[in-house]
């Protein structure tokens, strides 16, 4: 029922080379172990005395621990240890600390306060799993229960339940100034004043489960050499090893890490959690300890995919143009930040979606509610933005009467437009896409709409970043004090219009190889080519094709058509920097920590 | 009762690797002494591919049949770093590390052949079939299991190299958002038709048509398991699946295959995939990775479909069957 | 707790083990024997993943008891191949593309061997049926759909089991 070809006829001469393997249908290296039944998956490791790791969770959005009782468990046949927030080293984390991104808001076991149903606040290790759960249900907690918040404008509101201390306002802070991210380029205001129509909408994604077959989960097991061997389950063995280390406070040279094959993630086992968990349990009892989600926690304790809440507002021209496209974005991060803020971050960089609109204003947020916290999830930070914008594509056709492909290809960026996140677009094929659709679906577009391409009638205009209105509006902590407009420009406070043309730094292209031996041959043309000492001795000429030099810039192709050249990265990437803030706000910005 | 036929349409660009740079990973190629090769990641295979695709690209580098070469992921002892298999890296960065620690192992491995010809390495090229040849000489070869043994045994030479492939940090403006997220984008578009019960509210799609620009397909197969695999996970998002059906409320919540839906094999519909192929210039071979925006343009080209059919709008997903009923209801129908 | 000793067939081997009262078939063919083929996906009898054939019926080793089987004959994905040839499904199956991650795979491989054992000419409605209680969150079905077909037609015109 599923065809597949290539449509070879797009972009032909930007594809050059005879290859050898590449572009060959090739079975999969690992497919012999999946029909066998022996790939080795973390849970395919057996260890004699392997014991077994259940937490004790938060039944309560919202509450204080009042007392917790774990004698009766402690003492349940085949329970070797409770493992509580004093056994953790560090006990407060940030996922993306490892990129100094954020500040540290989430225990591994929480002591004193849950923000969500699910929340973990002691583990049983035990002989058996079953033992285990019994041991879970034997341990007593009195709960305090406090207000709750689950809706993400509710939760910006004054009088709101703090949810996370860490960020009072429920909101991740960014750039230690504002409690949203915002994308200003030119001027939305003018843009809906001059347009014919507005057309409005708002948009939910839901909260969806990765739901990969095989659940999160990790198997510790104490090593020779004083080292603790972790099979897991991770998407990323590094970060979760680096997390592990933090988190337990021991060196890194201590663990041992060996995952690679895993029964899907989909952004699902990236969160680090099952990985310190299980160390921990083989460090305090000496032993092979397995802590592993079954399906209702891979359900409702593992984090999914955030909700999201998009309400988007479009000024239309007469010839069905966008001439201004505002934002406003809400993330539900849960009760702690995992990943959602840089989904924010992510997300703001996409839009105003593939469409090139003179004026684009945005405000999105990462909002702090009591459920379970989000993380990634294939398509992080674009799928639920990507379908609010591609209804309200829908809505702006038919508010035009135009067909919804000749709209989108009107509308379309190409090559050489300056796109809001101020960089200019290359490599487009949205147009393609688009009129190879119309084609297979025997949906009849304009004769206008067929003969555009991505090549041609970008840039010119379009390449300029346009005088652009910023505020200062949601400076953090502004919310809580009284109730301020979300949108963009909405709150009334002081404005000041950049000039045309303003940009702080320019685009970041691949640091260059390290050696000249991992060049490759090139052709003398390339001045990239050329290793920086300016070593000029005999090297082999071979390599992949011109085409596939792909660690070096390629000088373009000379344009025959007129539209602005799109300035060739530079010849020598490695005399660049990453832009640098001036001013006093530089210090967090993303914050990459530099090592 | 009635059955409405309607047809949405959806198109998308995708960003390639993580957002604003600074995620590096690394590769190792080395060989054996008979002149195969080993590369060693710390990077997860998830099941989209990531040491087929990166296996084929070592081959296509090295110059060697893609059998000769064998990939070892995931150990951190031996592999080196990676930050992990997420937002459509693997291919780009991955790939790239490979192209160049493979490089850096030919290199070494045509210098060692030009050593036992006694020609300049620069003449040599690979005949991607285990041999080495000199160029305009097709008599004068040598075999690549023989020129690991000489390198090895003889010349005291390793067959080895090493890549690392990063897109510098970028930083972000607090004020305009200014950004540069990515290097390279894939795009997609896509048509779906629809079938609309007005008495059940159920939705059955009846056909897609889509168009995947991925710089290039570096398997087409692979790309294909991605595209049909990932289409099916987008009708999933538009029609079925929740953890909190009735968000933001907490209530009725799935804790199991019964209760979190997901379409099954009876609920596949015919799916007409077009590649097209354009190259990005940083990308390895061209490929963009398609495993993350394939799923993208089927959530609104269904909700856009359903509106067409019984002109409900489902700006919330799921687009469940009470919801349409609950908007045929408000339309007065 | 007293352990119940049973003995069984596996994949042609003749097994024998205490089992605890209540222990699942998967647990014990997991840990209790090593076979490590049947995979955990639920432990609710929801997603196919842990399928084994008892005396020829496709069965949720996740929901059996571990003493039930008893006397029994159990296949597993790891008996499937003859020695170091593959079962055709097996070929199929890597030959088609119908696996991403893989760890659906063993439990899908049960599941189309006991429709092909029982109907070794089923349409591709009878494939979908055989595999509904399958999950498979890669591949979106097709592959699999088609590669069992395609095994049914091989097995056919080559007469092997």
């Not at chain 1, 940030?94 to 076991?109: A, Q, R, V, Y």
């Not at chain 1, 306002?169 to 380029?185: S, V």
């Amino acid at each position: 029922m599923t065809s597949f070809e290539f449509r070879r006829e797009f972009f032909a001469d930007e594809r050059q080379g005879q290859l050898n393997e590449i572009g060959k249908p090739t079975i999969r290296q690992d497919i012999l172990g999946h029909v066998t039944g022996r790939s080795p998956y973390y849970d395919d490791h057996l260890f004699d005395g392997l014991l077994h790791m259940r937490c004790v969770r938060s039944p309560h959005h919202h509450a204080r621990i009042v007392s917790v009782d774990f004698s009766e468990a402690a003492r349940m046949e085949g329970v070797r240890r409770v493992v509580g927030p004093d056994d953790v080293p560090k006990n407060l984390n940030t996922l993306l600390s490892l990129i100094g991104f954020g500040k540290e808001d989430e225990p591994l076991l929480t002591p004193s306060k849950v923000a969500y149903r699910g929340e973990p606040i002691l583990a049983i290790v035990a002989e058996s799993e079953r033992q285990a759960r019994a041991a879970v249900q034997a341990v007593r907690v009195e709960w305090e229960e406090l207000p709750h918040v689950l809706d993400v404008e509710e939760a910006l509101k004054p009088n709101a339940p703090v949810v996370n201390a860490t960020y009072p306002g429920n909101t991740f802070e960014y750039y230690d100034k504002y409690d949203h991210q915002k994308l200003r380029f030119g001027d939305v205001e003018q843009g809906f004043a001059k347009a014919d129509q507005i057309v409005e909408g708002s948009y939910r994604m839901s909260p969806i489960e990765q739901a990969p077959m095989e659940t999160c989960g990790a198997i510790a097991v104490p090593e020779t050499n004083d080292r603790i061997a972790c099979y897991t389950s991770t998407q990323a063995l590094f970060f979760s090893l680096a997390t592990t280390a933090k988190l337990l406070d021991m060196s890194s040279a201590r663990l041992h890490f060996v995952g690679g094959t895993v029964g899907g993630g989909f952004g699902g086992k990236v969160d680090s959690i099952v990985e310190p968990m299980s160390v921990l349990g083989a460090l305090l009892t000496g032993a092979p300890v397995k802590f592993m989600w079954d399906r209702e926690e891979e359900m409702q304790v593992g984090a999914p995919r955030g909700a999201e809440l998009w309400k988007i507002k479009d000024g239309i021209d007469s010839r069905g143009r966008i001439v201004a496209r505002s934002f406003t974005g809400y993330f539900d991060s849960g009760a702690y930040t995992r990943l959602s803020s840089y989904a924010v971050v992510k997300a703001t960089g996409h839009l105003p979606g593939p469409y090139s609109i003179p004026n684009v204003a945005s405000n999105v947020f990462c909002v702090f509610t009591n459920r379970t916290p989000a993380t990634a999830m294939r398509g992080f930070g674009i799928t639920g933005v990507d379908f609010a914008i591609e209804c309200q594509m829908d809505r702006g056709a038919r508010a035009t009467n135009m067909n919804p492909i000749d709209f989108r290809i009107l509308n379309a960026y190409r090559d050489g437009d300056m796109k809001a996140h101020r960089r200019l677009a290359k490599n487009t094929a949205l147009i393609e896409c688009c009129q190879v659709v119309a084609d297979k679906a025997r949906w009849i577009i304009g004769s206008q709409s067929r003969t555009q391409s991505s090549l041609r009638g970008g840039g010119g205009e379009k390449a300029h970043v346009p005088a652009t209105v910023i505020d200062e509006e949601g400076r953090i902590g502004d919310r809580r004090r009284s109730d301020v407009p979300t949108a963009p420009h909405s709150a009334g406070g002081r404005k000041r219009r950049l000039p045309e043309g303003s940009l702080r730094g320019e685009d970041v292209v691949a640091a260059p190889p390290q050696n000249p031996d991992m060049l490759g041959d090139a052709p003398a043309s390339d001045p990239a080519a050329s290793p920086e000492n300016g070593r000029t001795l005999a090297r082999p000429r071979f390599g992949p094709p011109a085409e596939v030099q792909v660690d070096r810039p390629r000088p373009r192709r000379p344009q025959a058509r007129e539209r602005p050249a799109i300035p060739a990265a530079p010849a020598r990437p490695s005399t660049r920097r990453p832009l640098r803030r001036r001013t006093s706000v530089s210090r967090h910005v993303s914050g990459f920590r530099r090592r | 009762m009635a059955l409405h036929r309607g047809r949405g349409f959806a198109c998308v660009n995708y960003p390639i690797g993580m957002n604003l740079g600074g995620d590096p990973s690394q590769a190792l190629v080395h060989s054996t002494p008979d002149g195969k090769f080993m590369v060693t990641l710390s990077s997860i295979d998830l099941g989209q591919g990531m040491k087929s695709v990166t296996r084929q690209i070592a081959a296509e580098t090295l110059g060697v049949p893609v059998s000769d070469v064998y990939v070892d992921t995931a150990d951190s002892d031996t592999g080196p770093h990676c930050m992990g298999s997420f937002a459509s890296r693997g291919t780009h960065r991955v790939g790239n590390a490979v192209i160049r620690a493979a490089t850096e192992a030919r290199t070494q491995m045509l210098q060692a052949a030009a050593e036992e010809l006694e020609v300049d390495a620069a003449d040599l090229e690979t005949d991607g079939e285990g041999g080495i040849r000199v160029r305009g000489a097709p008599q004068r070869t040598i075999s690549v299991a023989d020129v690991a043994v000489a390198a090895q045994f003889k010349q005291g030479r390793t067959l080895s190299g090493r890549g690392i492939f990063l897109v510098p940090p970028s930083e972000v403006d607090p004020e305009t958002g200014e950004m540069s997220p990515v290097t390279c984008f894939a795009h997609a578009a896509m048509a779906v038709e629809v079938e609309v019960d007005d008495e059940t509210g159920m939705v059955r799609v009846i056909e897609i048509n889509s168009a995947y620009e991925v710089g290039r397909a570096l398997n087409p197969k692979l790309v294909e398991q991605q595209l049909v695999g990932g289409a099916w996970m987008g009708l999933s998002h538009a029609l079925y699946e929740t953890t909190e059906p009735y968000y933001p409320d907490r209530d009725h919540l799935p804790v199991d295959f019964n209760t979190y839906l997901m379409p099954g094999p009876g609920d596949v519909a015919p799916h007409n995939i077009a590649v097209l192929e354009r190259p990005a210039e940083d990308a390895p071979f061209g490929g963009k990775g398609p495993g993350e925006m394939c799923a993208n343009p089927v959530l609104p080209a269904v909700a856009n479909a359903v509106f067409d059919a019984v002109g409900v709008r489902c700006d919330d997903l799921p687009i469940t069957p009470e919801k349409i009923l609950r908007g045929l209801r408000a339309n007065g129908s | 707790m007293a352990k119940t000793p049973i003995a069984f067939s596996l994949n042609g081997m003749e097994r024998s083990m205490f089992v605890d009262p209540g222990q699942n078939l998967l647990d014990a063919l997991r840990r209790g024997v090593g076979d490590l083929s049947p995979k955990y996906g639920c432990a609710q009898g929801t997603c196919g993943t842990c399928s084994v054939l008892v005396d020829g019926k496709l069965q949720l080793a996740c929901i059996t008891l571990a003493e039930a089987v008893a006397g029994s004959s159990v296949t597993t994905t790891a008996g499937l191949a003859d020695g170091s040839e593959l079962h055709p499904l097996q070929r199929s199956f890597m030959d088609n593309f119908a696996a991403q991650c893989g760890y659906c795979t063993p439990g899908m491989l049960m599941a189309a061997k006991a429709l092909l054992d029982r109907n070794p000419s089923p349409q591709r409605q009878d494939v979908v049926e055989a595999i509904s209680g399958n999950l498979c969150r890669c591949t979106g079905y097709e592959p699999i759909i088609d590669a069992i077909l395609k095994a049914a037609a091989f097995m056919r015109t080559r007469g092997r089991p």
